[in-house]
């Protein structure tokens, strides 16, 4: 995980930004053979590769908010910090964190686990799966002719379907007509019909409704059959073409087309080695492990990368628990962090904190002020759903918020007086609006949002003032200067 996610206050778009991380393995620059210590951290030594792995990811194409390599450090370090922090907090020890990470890791190390011949075995599995569905009987391609029967229909409606399809019937069979040329005359299956009641794909058993599946197999290439009943209505069924399935060899590159559009390597080598783990006796963690291991022994990038979901783990959720889960959840704490910056928080225009609002009577326009009038605004909403809008019938159409100009009509009509009148809403021909004009926020939860992302930012600064006296940092200025931005 890199530092740049330090900035980051949104706890859902940290958890996205890990999971983006984790998918984009940024290039590494080139190592010298020998890899300098640049800086400790609570005794730790960070080397210059992995500092420069860091750097040069987060400072790839792409990022807006660019730093050269004197900013980075700082970032770095305090990324680094809460790390710390983390471990000291024992989290890495946490069950949902190794499980996490198992997870994370395995992701990466997975499907280098696998040769092709792993996939060629599954590709053999999944034919001889379909084989085995398709069975002997093979696969076929078919017309039919449909007249449909309505589910409503009475004796005398569905008898005269019968006598028509048998006359159908009786004009293929006996008289030689054309069936492709009643098909598309007669035949009331859209889909079939302008094709002269072709269905031009190869299907196997199972593919229709019974009724038509049995008599459609039983027939052989060229047959018609009599008619069949199904619950759509009548058909008369005729055998365009049959075969045996494919050999593997002429379907090895559709197979491998589908294993690939499925996404099912990784599946795959889940698969292969779980069976491999079983047939050693261990679980599947012990060999993604151990494979994890030997990759980042021969790959910096690997090394890195699986530090990246480890630590960037540890990081979501230590700062969850000192920045985001306090700044979310202590709502005296950001009354009190308003109230002491109350002098920064101003709007550039004024705002009408109310609502605005339709009823379907006129009695109720005063009825909704009457209701809520002596209440807090927090629970106008609640009030008015169960004072007029508890059964069915829906009175007042209300919407609350604190509105600057532009942001409803009704607002800008009754209150900033645009000159514009607001539109009836249909079935509801009353409208008015409740609530005050405000030149800037009353209390934090009229701007809340930017009440709990200042907070959030105050805590993280009081977190790493007091990380950075707890834990002993050491730069080595001479190995950093040696880095180019």
């Not at 019974?210 to 060229?222: I, N, R, V």
């Not at 005729?238 to 099912?264: C, G, H, N, V, W």
Request: contains cysteine; charged residues 30%; hydrophobic residues 35%.
């Amino acid at each position: 995980m890199c530092p740049a996610v330090l900035r980051w206050v949104s706890i859902k778009n940290m958890k996205k930004a890990i999971l983006s991380l984790i998918f984009t393995l940024g290039a590494v620059c080139g190592f010298a053979q020998s890899d300098p210590v640049v800086m400790t951290i609570n005794g730790k030594p960070i080397t210059r590769s992995e500092f420069e792995y860091s750097y040069r990811k987060n400072n790839s194409e792409g990022v807006i908010d660019k730093k050269n390599v004197k900013e980075y450090v700082d970032l770095f370090v305090n990324y680094k910090l809460k790390v710390e922090a983390a471990y000291d907090a024992k989290l890495d020890t946490m069950t949902s964190f190794k499980e996490e990470f198992a997870d994370y890791r395995n992701q990466l190390v997975l499907p280098t686990m696998i040769t092709e011949d792993d996939v060629e075995k599954e590709a053999q599995e999944i034919y001889r799966n379909t084989a085995e569905r398709i069975g002997p009987d093979g696969l076929i391609k078919c017309s039919h002719i449909l007249l449909m029967v309505d589910a409503d229909a009475d004796a005398v409606q569905k008898a005269a379907v019968k006598n028509r399809i048998d006359s159908i019937y009786n004009a293929v069979k006996k008289n030689g007509a054309d069936f492709d040329k009643l098909a598309r005359r007669l035949s009331q299956d859209p889909g079939s019909a302008k094709n002269g009641g072709k269905m031009d794909q190869w299907v196997q058993h199972g593919s229709f409704v019974q009724p038509f599946d049995q008599a459609a197999f039983k027939l052989q290439k060229g047959e018609i059959s009599e008619p069949v009943e199904t619950n759509f209505g009548w058909h008369i069924i005729r055998m365009d073409d049959r075969k045996q399935f494919d050999p593997y060899d002429s379907l090895r590159t559709d197979i491998y087309r589908f294993i690939e559009a499925r996404q099912l390597r990784d599946q795959i080598a889940k698969k292969t080695v779980e069976e491999r783990a079983q047939a050693q006796g261990v679980d599947l963690n012990t060999l993604t492990a151990q494979q994890a291991l030997e990759l980042s022994k021969n790959s910096l990038d690997t090394k890195y990368l699986l530090m990246e979901y480890h630590d960037g783990l540890l990081l979501y959720e230590i700062s969850t628990r000192e920045v985001w889960g306090k700044a979310d959840k202590d709502e005296k704490a950001l009354e009190q962090y308003f109230n002491k910056n109350k002098s920064k928080y101003k709007w550039d225009e004024p705002r009408y904190k109310g609502i605005a609002y339709h009823t379907m009577k006129k009695s109720d326009v005063k009825a909704v002020q009457k209701t809520i009038k002596k209440l807090d605004f927090n629970l106008w909403a609640e009030k008015l759903k169960q004072t007029f809008n508890s059964d069915s019938v829906i009175r007042v159409r209300a919407e609350k918020g604190i509105f600057k100009q532009g942001d409803n009509a009704l607002v800008d009509s009754l209150v900033f007086n645009s000159g514009k009148p607001a539109k009836n809403v249909k079935g509801y021909p009353y409208k008015g609006v409740f609530g005050k004009v405000l030149k800037k926020p009353e209390n934090y939860e009229d701007i809340k949002a930017q009440v709990i992302s200042d907070y959030q930012e105050f805590l993280e600064k009081e977190w790493v003032a007091a990380l950075r006296k707890k834990y002993a940092v050491k730069v080595y200025q001479e190995e950093i200067d040696k880095i180019k931005d």
